[in-house]
């Protein structure tokens, strides 16, 4: 954590990241999270005293943090290289005016702050290796370290045009030292990478700056070796400041699966695209019953939850979580995410027609002999299985979906006994989950409330947003939902979730609802919302998942790929760059 008196703020921090694990930099040069050698490891925090303002190098990964004093003033520039082994955190101090004196003190603790380190000095007298269990981090500078109070520091000065490096490295504590790093070798290299991965960007719109560092963000939290996309970097990061809504997030969603592929896609990124095609048929492999909501980076299944009792949670955010007992629950939706994903693959040309359709029919009929049952929802609800609306609705996307692949490649299927199913589906929907008294489809079959996902049913071709029962769900939302012009998942208060009241805006879900106002020719309307969430991001172009509009600022895990993946899909569609989820979507 932070040792300056005043704690960092959420919207704070950047991130930078190597496509095997991530850090978060304060704006006061303090890396407060890092998790090795993966995403969903223990974090090991690193602490500094700094505070000023910062920003990415360009389109790249590359942070830099500005410090400007009486005397001079200096930069931190933070990376994490590309070349796979050791991973590392490299930071380079640039003197930039004058002479100023600079402390460094890195603090590491191991396990969630729960080890120690055994701290020695390296045998070619270039740094220190702290090892703790099975993790090792040596660090390597030109300055003097030495040990004081259980961390190591160092006192020097840098003067303009000198860069001094400090260079971390993970390694295994059983094996040899991570080797030197060139740093400034490294650093020209990684500024290319990044520079000319994100030049592949072919959207060249008005918003092309928040489509790429959007873009950028998804990439950092892509696993290079396995194609998957975490939802965060981070766990337990409050949706209510001092609540117990706090989750972990560095795991790959299945529902975020068709939004990853046709954002992709749409911005010309098909390798990427293809990488997590190739994830989601490995993960999904087995039989119907077994699917999950979500998996790890590499598609493990067991993601057993347990809480972290000695640490006391973001502003006392307890508890603190690892690990997501909902991969264990029954959400119907799940399948027609993922014949969704499949279907939008198969049209981009991602994968051989008939790859992964043996799992869609074993699926299907799974699905056929449960989508009546009640289950837990998109939002992961922990107050009971109900009937929920949005779950039958993406259940009627997976047979619509299979329907049209079948049709269009020629595949053996019983397409007739899937239309009785899918118009089974459609009209029980229409009948148990639409509220005529309040002309709206309500969030459970036969109650009033609204949700925000009723928003998927014309974005998913349920029914065209012409459909006045669509049309009076959308007035529903924007009457119910709506809080200082942004979109909540759900009334809260009504304790469904089996949590206390008490949440922000899900920023996902109002550009969801920009999405839909274009859709019925409301385009000011749409950008204007668009407008509002752009701003809502930190100096650096980073989003979390939730914003709390009392408090004015953002809550929940940092950053959510969630959001920046709806930004990236939503301005692709407003300016008529993202064509191909129409057609999934039967327009």
């Known amino acids: 954590m932070p040792t300056s008196e005043k704690r960092l703020r959420i919207e704070d921090y950047g991130l930078i990241g190597d496509c095997t694990t991530a850090a978060l930099v304060g704006r006061n040069g303090s890396i407060d999270w890092l998790c090795w050698p993966r995403f969903d490891r223990s974090t090991c925090p690193v602490e500094h005293e700094f505070k000023t303002s910062h920003r990415y190098r360009g389109e790249t990964m590359m942070l830099e943090t500005e410090f400007e004093t009486a005397s001079g003033r200096f930069a931190l520039i933070d990376f994490m290289p590309m070349n796979g082994a050791p991973s590392s955190v490299i930071r380079i101090v640039e003197g930039r005016r004058g002479e100023v004196p600079v402390c460094m003190n890195l603090t590491l603790r191991f396990d ?30 030109l300055v003097p370290l030495k040990g004081e109070d259980l961390s190591t520091v160092a006192q020097f000065m840098v003067k303009k045009g000198e860069r001094i490096p400090f260079v971390l490295s993970y390694g295994r504590s059983y094996n040899p030292v991570p080797p030197p790093i060139d740093a400034e070798a490294a650093a020209r290299d990684t500024e290319k990478f990044w520079r000319d991965w994100a030049a592949r960007c072919r959207y060249r719109g008005p918003r092309r700056e928040a489509v790429v560092r959007s873009l950028l963000t998804l990439k950092a939290m892509t696993d290079s070796r396995t194609g998957g996309i975490i939802a965060a970097p981070t766990t337990s990061l409050p949706e209510q400041i001092g609540g117990p809504r706090n ?31 190739n994830w989601l048929r490995r993960s999904v492999a087995g039989t119907p019953d077994a699917l999950q909501i979500m998996y790890g980076v590499a598609g493990e299944r067991r993601l057993a939850e347990w809480e972290v009792a ?51 029919l074993s699926a299907l009929q799974h699905l056929e002999q449960i989508w009546r049952e009640p289950d837990d929802g998109v939002w992961e609800m ?51 989950g639409f509220c005529a008294a309040k002309n709206s489809f309500s969030q459970i079959f036969g109650e009033t409330d609204v949700d925000a996902s009723l928003l998927m049913i014309p974005y998913v071709g349920f029914l065209p947003v012409e459909d006045p029962r669509v049309a009076g769900t959308i007035a529903a939302i924007e009457r119910e939902l709506l809080i200082d012009g942004l979109v909540m998942r759900y009334r809260s208060e009504s304790g469904k979730d089996g949590l206390p009241p008490g949440e922000g805006v899900f920023l996902a879900c109002s550009f969801w609802l920009a999405d839909v106002w274009q859709r019925q020719g409301r385009e000011a309307e749409a950008n204007e919302m668009v407008e509002r969430l752009l701003n809502l991001r930190n100096d650096l172009g980073l989003l979390s998942e939730e914003y709390d509009t009392r408090q004015k600022r953002m809550v929940g895990n940092f950053p959510q790929g969630f959001s920046h993946l709806s930004l990236v899909q939503t301005v692709l569609g407003l300016h008529n760059e993202a064509p191909l989820r129409d057609t999934v979507a039967g327009k």
């Open 310 to 360: 000695w640490l006391p949670g973001y502003e006392n955010s307890t508890p603190v979580r690892v690990g997501n007992a909902a991969s264990g629950q029954l959400q119907l939706d799940v399948w027609g995410e993922m014949a969704d994903a499949l279907h939008v693959a198969r049209q981009g040309g991602l994968m051989p027609l008939n790859a992964g359709w043996d799992v869609q």
């Open 247 to 277: 989750w972990d997030y560095r795991y790959c969603w299945i529902r975020d699966a068709t939004l990853t592929l046709t954002a992709l896609m749409g911005a010309g990124y098909y390798e990427e695209a293809n990488a997590w095609r």
């Open 112 to 141: 969630y702050g729960s080890a120690v380190p055994w701290v020695t000095k390296l045998e070619d007298g270039s740094g220190i290796s702290a090892i703790g269990g099975p993790h090792r981090a040596a660090l390597r500078t």
């Open 382 to 432: 922990r107050g009971g299985r109900r009937q929920f609306t949005h779950s039958k609705v993406m259940a009627w996307v997976a047979f619509d979906r299979a329907i049209k692949d079948a049709e269009v490649c020629g595949f053996d299927a019983p397409i007739e006994h899937w239309r009785d199913v899918r118009d089974e589906i459609h009209s029980e929907v229409c009948e148990r």
